[in-house]
C-alpha cells in the first residue's frame, strides 16, 4: 500500500440501509472509532458499511505488521470496534460485524466491496435478524483440576541415601523406588479421573445450552495467563439465540453456574453481542486485513 496515503478507511459493520443513519460525521451511532474519529456511512444497493477515517501510518500492512504484537494497541482497537458495533446494533434490526482492522484506500473500494458481496450479506442479515450472540466460558475452580493430565509421570527422584533417610519424612512417603512409582501412577489415575469428570460436566453444560441455541461455536481455550481468570478454560463457546428466547438462555446459564462448583467448575456468561461468530457461518474473531482490492 502507499505510504504517501495519510489516511485509510476502517469499516467497522454492514447492515441494511433504512435511511436511519444520517449522512454527516458523526451522526451515524454516536460512537467515536479506533482512532478517535467520527463514523460515517457508505451506502451501496440498500446496504450499509459504518467507516471511519484512521491514520494509514497504523492501519495500512506495514503499520499492522509493526503492531500485531502489541497487545495494548490490539486490546485498544478491538474495544473501539466494539464500541462502534454495540451503538450500532442499538439501533438497527441486524448488524453485521466485519473482522478486525478491515480498511479501504476510500470509499469507491467500500462500495467495490458491497457490491462484489451483496447476495452474501443479504443471506446473513436475513439469517441473523432478531438474534443475538452469547459468550459462555467454563473454568476449573478445583487445584486438582487445573491442569490436564500428563501423557506420562516424571521420572522418580533418586532413592535417599543413609543421611536421608534419618530426616523426618511425611506420613505415607515412599519408602523404596517401586513404592514411589505406585503412588506416582496412583496420583496420575486421580488426575485422569478428576479430568474425566470435569470434561464430561463442560460437555453437558454445553449440551443444555445449545437446545436453546439456533447455532454454536467452539473456540480454542483461552491461556490463563492472558485471561487473567484463576483454573483452566475448558469451554470457550459462543452460541446464537433469538432475542426472545434470552431471558430462557441467561436463565439457564444462571442455574448450571450455580451448579457448576459441584464439579469444580465456573461458569461466565457474556453477552448480548452482535452475531460476531456467525456473520460468515464460521469464526471471525481473527484480525484481518483488507486493502479494499477486492
Not at 467520527?38 to 495500512?60: I, N, Y
Not at 509493526?66 to 495494548?72: S, V
Not at 473456540?219 to 426472545?244: D, I, K, S, W
Amino acid at each position: 500500500m502507499n505510504r504517501d496515503r495519510t489516511e485509510l478507511l476502517y469499516a467497522y459493520a454492514v447492515l441494511r440501509d433504512t435511511g436511519a443513519a444520517g449522512d454527516g460525521p458523526g451522526t451515524v451511532t454516536g460512537a467515536t472509532g479506533v482512532a478517535g474519529e467520527p463514523v460515517r456511512a457508505v451506502r451501496e444497493g440498500g446496504l450499509v458499511v459504518l467507516v471511519g477515517s484512521v491514520p494509514a501510518a497504523e492501519f495500512d500492512e506495514e503499520g499492522l505488521r509493526e503492531r500485531l504484537e502489541d497487545l495494548a494497541w490490539l486490546e485498544h482497537v478491538a474495544r473501539g470496534h466494539q464500541r462502534v458495533v454495540d451503538a450500532a446494533s442499538a439501533g438497527a434490526p441486524c448488524v453485521l460485524p466485519l473482522r478486525l482492522a478491515t480498511v479501504y484506500r476510500d470509499e469507491a473500494g467500500v462500495r467495490r466491496m458491497l457490491t462484489a458481496r451483496h447476495t452474501a450479506f443479504g443471506a446473513a442479515l436475513d439469517r441473523l435478524e432478531g438474534r443475538a450472540e452469547w459468550g459462555v466460558k467454563i473454568h476449573t475452580v478445583a487445584e486438582g483440576a487445573a491442569e490436564a493430565p500428563a501423557a506420562t509421570p516424571p521420572p522418580p527422584p533418586p532413592l535417599p541415601g543413609p543421611r536421608s533417610r534419618a530426616r523426618p519424612r511425611a506420613p505415607r512417603a515412599a519408602t523404596s523406588g517401586r513404592d514411589y512409582l505406585r503412588q506416582r501412577a496412583a496420583e496420575r489415575q486421580a488426575r485422569e479421573e478428576e479430568w474425566r469428570h470435569v470434561d464430561e460436566a463442560a460437555r453437558g453444560i454445553h449440551a443444555a445450552l445449545a437446545t436453546l441455541a439456533e447455532e454454536t461455536r467452539l473456540y480454542p481455550p483461552q491461556n490463563p495467563r492472558f485471561t487473567g481468570h484463576p483454573g483452566r478454560n475448558v469451554l470457550n463457546a459462543a452460541y446464537l439465540v433469538p432475542r426472545e428466547r434470552g431471558p430462557a438462555f441467561t436463565a439457564a446459564v444462571a442455574g448450571l453456574a450455580g451448579r457448576a462448583p459441584q464439579d469444580g467448575l465456573r461458569v461466565e456468561l457474556t453477552g448480548p453481542w452482535a452475531p460476531y461468530s456467525f456473520v460468515a457461518g464460521e469464526p471471525s474473531r481473527e484480525p484481518a486485513h483488507d486493502t479494499g482490492t477486492a
